[in-house]
Each structure stands twice: as C-alpha cells, then as structure tokens.
C-alpha cells in the first residue's frame, strides 16, 4: 500500500506508526529549534520507529512534517508498505 501527499488527517493518532518520531532539540521551557515546536515527529504520540534530530539543519530540518491548526499534514509524505 502506497499513501503519498495531499492532506492526511492526524487526528486521535497522529502520523501513521512507521513513520519515526522525533523528540526535537529544545525544550518548552528554553524554547525550540526552528520548526520543531510544530513538528508532527514531536507532536504525534509515540510510534514503532524513532529518530535522532539532526545535528545540522542549513535551511531547514529535511524531515520536518507540519501541522496546522486543524492537525493535518500541510507537508505530502509517501509511505511504502510492503
């Protein structure tokens, strides 16, 4: 099975489960790295796969997913499935 862009709704569970999770740079005290206070890798509740945040980002995070206000992906993302 093949999902690939548009607009896919993440309400009640988020991002599909394989796709991995990120916990972000930052903190909600300190403050977070550009893009990752809206992430969907952060925001989502946990899947099976999870990722480390890159150490360096040039423009902009390469996996970032972005949430609007409603809780869809304004971003297209293509999951394969075996």
């Known amino acids: 099975m093949i999902l690939t862009g548009g607009r896919m709704s993440t309400h009640g569970t988020g991002l599909p489960d394989d796709v991995a999770r ?33 150490a360096i980002i040039a423009f902009e995070c390469e996996y970032f997913i972005e949430s609007n206000a409603s809780g869809e992906t304004l971003v297209g993302i293509a999951i394969h499935r075996g």
């Open 22 to 54: 990120c916990a972000g740079v930052g903190s909600d005290a300190e403050g977070w790295r550009e893009g990752c206070e809206t992430c969907l890798r952060r925001l989502s509740p946990a899947g099976r796969f999870h990722m480390q945040p890159p």
